[in-house]
């Protein structure tokens, strides 16, 4: 799943020997998985603070665990170390963290983010905005956030109801409702004012 060579394996032992806890591992998952903000990322992971489901891997000198939901989307990832004058870098490439790897039986969070990043984002980039999913409430209440010039848009309202809410409901037909948290107060690159 996630091919960590023998110099980062090396670096990651040398690293959580440094730490104060006993069978410290490290966590790698994707956040915002599927999307143009995905990032891949490595934490410390004391014992218990693994997820029930995480995938555990031993590797030489430590344990992994690879979140279940970033799984897709850590298809083909490869962690690496080479050392320099500095003392050394860690690369983390995820060729597929930012694909779009949906499904009918996806988690709606990644349902949402496919239809938001494929289709409405686009036409709002034309206007320099895009909406992004801030949370599901129960499984059926999409919280979204504008950003950009739809913060603080006139047109705010008819966007979220006739452009975003409209296909996301169409298309998620579980949602049953779609809510803005975005401040539209903040007027200063707001694309009607």
Known sequence: MVDITEQAQAYFVELLSKQDADD???????????????????????????????????????TGYLDERSM??????LVDFAEDRMGGQLTIKAPNS??????????????????????INPGLASH?????????????????????????????????KDGVEKTLLEQLPQLTAVKDVTDHTVTDNAFYK
């Open 24 to 62: 410290i591992g490290i966590r790698i998952f994707i956040s915002d998985p599927g999307t143009p903000m995905a990032e891949t990322c490595i934490a410390y992971c004391k014992p218990g603070e693994e997820q029930e489901a995480d995938l555990k891997v031993e590797y030489t000198g430590f």
């Open 72 to 77: 897709p989307f850590l298809e083909g990832a």
């Open 98 to 119: 930012k694909v779009p790897q949906v499904s009918d039986d996806s988690p709606i969070e990644d349902r949402i983010n496919y239809v938001l990043h494929s289709q």
């Open 128 to 160: 320099g905005g895009m909406v992004n999913l801030v949370e599901v409430i129960d499984d059926e209440v999409a919280i979204l956030q504008f950003g950009g010039g739809c913060q603080g848009c006139g047109m705010v309202d008819m966007t979220l």
